[in-house]
């Protein structure tokens, strides 16, 4: 009886440590990661099972090698960035952590063409307020059907983790809207 009780209370203390953990880690790269900004596309706005978020999808999601067949659907590798510009550009790809670049993130591989690679972010939702979100959802698509408004997400990363920072519609802060 008493082992019973001291796994539960170590079951409870394991459930509430990963979501901190998680929260904790995602405030890390909030506050310390690197930003990048990346031009966004538009997505099919209609997915009942998404909840109160937007989707985002990067518009720079694909890169060019000479070796695809070394790459399969679903791995994970490591996308070196070209930050020289505003916009962060794909500039290598690594199947390990590159050495002596900071400017990476990590990204698994969505589909393999006979040269190309296409990728999966790790962010692609931006969550906000509940009640905001099909307002918000509206500028959001109304923009990306407008080619003069300029439409991008700030990301931040750490060690390769990254996390959608700020959506921008016309280089304003999606939340200034809503103000």
């Given at each position: 009886?008493r082992?019973r009780k001291?796994?539960?209370i170590?079951?409870?203390?394991?459930?509430?440590?990963?979501p901190?953990?998680?929260?904790?880690?995602y405030?890390?790269i909030?506050?310390?990661?690197k930003?990048?900004f990346f031009?966004?596309?538009?997505v099919d706005?209609?997915?009942p099972f998404?909840?109160?978020?937007?989707?985002?999808?990067?518009?720079?999601?694909?890169?060019?090698v000479?070796?695809s067949k070394?790459?399969h659907?679903?791995?994970l590798?490591y996308?070196?960035?070209d930050?020289?510009?505003?916009?962060a550009?794909i500039?290598n790809v690594?199947?390990?952590e590159?050495?002596?670049s900071?400017?990476?993130i990590?990204?698994?591989?969505?589909y393999v063409s006979?040269?190309?690679?296409?990728?999966?972010f790790t962010?692609?939702?931006?969550?906000?307020?509940?009640?905001k979100?099909?307002k918000a959802?509206?500028?959001y698509?109304?923009?990306?059907?407008?080619?003069l408004?300029n439409?991008?997400?700030e990301?931040?990363s750490?060690d390769?983790d990254a996390?959608?920072?700020e959506?921008?519609?016309?280089?304003k802060p999606?939340?200034?809207?809503?103000k």
């Amino acid at each position: 009886m008493r082992n019973r009780k001291l796994l539960l209370i170590v079951l409870i203390i394991v459930q509430l440590a990963v979501p901190v953990y998680m929260i904790a880690k995602y405030e890390h790269i909030l506050n310390e990661g690197k930003s990048y900004f990346f031009k966004i596309a538009p997505v099919d706005p209609y997915d009942p099972f998404r909840g109160k978020y937007l989707t985002i999808r990067v518009l720079e999601e694909s890169i060019t090698v000479d070796n695809s067949k070394d790459y399969h659907s679903g791995e994970l590798v490591y996308l070196e960035l070209d930050t020289s510009e505003k916009f962060a550009k794909i500039k290598n790809v690594y199947k390990f952590e590159p050495e002596g670049s900071k400017d990476y993130i990590k990204a698994s591989v969505r589909y393999v063409s006979i040269s190309k690679l296409y990728f999966k972010f790790t962010f692609d939702r931006y969550f906000m307020e509940e009640s905001k979100a099909p307002k918000a959802e509206k500028i959001y698509f109304d923009a990306l059907r407008d080619t003069l408004k300029n439409s991008y997400i700030e990301v931040n990363s750490k060690d390769g983790d990254a996390i959608i920072k700020e959506l921008y519609i016309s280089e304003k802060p999606i939340k200034e809207y809503f103000k």
